[in-house]
């Protein structure tokens, strides 16, 4: 689930976790 934060610019901002999967 952490990836797909990642491919979401939007999530990604709001989800920390996937700044850190990266």
Do not use: E, L, R, V
Not at 3 to 8: Q, S, V
Not at 9 to 21: E, I, Q, R
Request: glycine share 18%; charged share 15%.
């Amino acid at each position: 689930k952490q990836g797909f934060t990642i491919d979401n610019p939007n999530a990604g901002g709001s989800c920390a976790c996937g700044d850190s999967f990266n």
